[in-house]
């Protein structure tokens, strides 16, 4: 019976849960977020499987770029990843992925960039549980105002990646 592969890891300072799903990553995020269960509940259901704590490759190759990612020695990730979610949850997550290093959006730009212009609290929700923190780029979405919004590591955190991403330039 296939599972989950979930295992936890410490990077610097910073406590994640990886977890693959027939060798393609599905879930990186923080440890201690609260949606954490709820994401790993949305994630068995869907692919109708479970989770058990075991290595694997695929997660200990996303904790390496991740890593490298908060060293400042990496700006883009090669892993294959499994987006687990609605359609309009799956639309968002892949516009995500297209916002280049060291750039923002705000959710309304987000909204429009996928026709869904009145969609921004939708937006944001999605945003919101997204399982694969850092890889697909959630903290680059900032309000229409140019603050800092919402962030599941916290907003003291998306502020440093997104100064790290800027001071590579």
Not at 4 to 31: N, R, T
Not at 99 to 118: N, R, V
Not at 148 to 162: D, R
Request: glycine share 8%; net charge positive; with cysteine.
């Amino acid at each position: 019976m296939p599972y989950i592969e979930k295992e936890f890891f410490k990077i610097g300072s910073y406590h994640f849960v990886a977890a693959s799903y027939q060798q393609q990553l599905c879930m990186f995020d923080y440890q201690y977020r609260k949606q954490g269960a709820q994401i790993e509940g949305r994630l068995q259901q869907q692919l109708g499987v479970s989770v058990r704590e075991h290595s694997c490759d695929t997660n200990r190759q996303g904790a390496q770029q991740v890593e490298q990612y908060l060293l400042g020695q990496r700006q883009q990730f090669d892993l294959p990843l499994l987006l687990v979610g609605t359609s309009f949850q799956k639309l968002v997550w892949q516009q995500l992925l297209q916002i280049p290093y060291g750039k923002t959006t705000s959710y309304a730009q987000l909204a429009d960039a996928i026709g869904e212009s009145k969609a921004i609290r939708a937006v944001g929700a999605a945003n919101g549980a997204n399982a694969l923190a850092i890889i697909v780029p959630c903290h680059r979405v900032i309000a229409s105002d140019g603050n800092l919004t919402g962030y599941a590591g916290g907003l003291a955190l998306k502020k440093k990646l997104l100064k790290l991403e800027t001071s590579m330039f």
